[in-house]
């Protein structure tokens, strides 16, 4: 018994003509005869009296109407009850990734990992937002983000995924800096104003530079600042210099000299960055992101 016979059963039934019930369900009217004539071949059954312009239900045909509606109306039913499932399943096994870390040309290979992972896992919904590193790693730490670009440390509950390599180096107006100049020697600094951001003392970064010029210093010329735009501002307009990543210096114009720190080890300016991520991190997503990028770099 297929559905489309007690389609034309009940169109027929509550129509009680062949012709009606036909236009009804826009079919023909010998098809809607067809439909019927199989139904009660198929059942053994006569379920309308038919008469000469007069159509009507006989007995057997009341009692089996309502049967065909309950039969109708469960698919129908049950037709819903599985698309809700699949919705349902569909939108508790989607997964998010949520990626903290600073937006910058230097970083463009983090962006362009990201941007590979989202294409080939695209069940996965990236969003990402704008920090630095100590921000970064706060964030994986209260749960805002799932992972956090950063110096790689040894911060308590933080695994590490290593992203790339870079180092400090110093920022210089071009104006107030030999053409031939290759690197500098902070100890030829000493009486030129650095240029610092105003970080508190516990950020990862700021005691990373504070160990590199042995800070604090008596009598150091610096002028202090709240933004990296300001940093280079002043840059541009006095002989001043800065020190900072260079992945983030980079992104700025061409007046600025990024120098090698020459009186310090590699050691010293050595900047290990990766992906922090909770050690109590469970989520496939998660574990997918971490053995993509094992994989990959």
Not at 35 to 40: M, S, Y
Not at 62 to 81: E, H, M, V
């Amino acid at each position: 018994m297929n559905f489309e016979k007690l389609w034309c059963f009940i169109a027929v039934a509550e129509n009680k003509n062949f012709t009606r019930a036909a236009k009804k369900l826009f079919m023909t009217q010998p098809a809607v005869s067809f439909q019927i004539q199989a139904l009660e071949k198929e059942l053994g059954l006569t379920l309308f009296n038919r008469e000469y312009h007069c159509i009507s239900l006989t007995s057997t045909g009341r009692k089996f109407l309502p049967i065909a509606k309950k039969i109708l109306a469960d698919y129908d039913q049950g037709t819903k009850n599985l698309k809700t499932n699949i919705a349902t399943k569909a939108s508790t096994q989607k997964q998010f990734l949520r990626f903290g870390y600073y937006f910058s040309p230097g970083f463009a290979p983090i962006t362009q990992s990201i941007t590979k992972f989202a294409e080939k896992f695209e069940t996965i919904q990236i969003t990402t937002s704008k920090s630095t590193g100590t921000e970064a790693l706060q964030a994986v730490k209260s749960g805002n983000v799932d992972f956090g670009l950063s110096l790689i440390n040894d911060t308590s509950d933080i695994n590490w995924i290593p992203a790339l390599e870079d180092r400090f180096i110093i920022i210089k107006n071009k104006r107030w800096t030999r053409s031939d100049q290759k690197e500098t020697k902070l100890s030829d600094l000493e009486n030129t104003s650095r240029i610092r951001l105003d970080l508190k003392a516990d950020d990862i970064f700021q005691k990373l530079e504070n160990n590199i010029l042995n800070y604090p210093k008596k009598n150091e010329k610096t002028i202090q600042v709240s933004s990296r735009e300001s940093m280079f501002a002043n840059l541009a307009q006095r002989n001043s210099f800065a020190i900072l990543p260079e992945l983030v210096a980079k992104q700025n114009d061409d007046n600025l000299a990024i120098l090698p720190i020459a009186d310090r080890s590699k050691r010293e300016t050595n900047i290990p960055i990766g992906w922090a991520f909770s050690t109590h991190a469970s989520k496939s997503a998660i574990l997918a992101f971490k053995k993509f990028i094992q994989t990959t770099v």
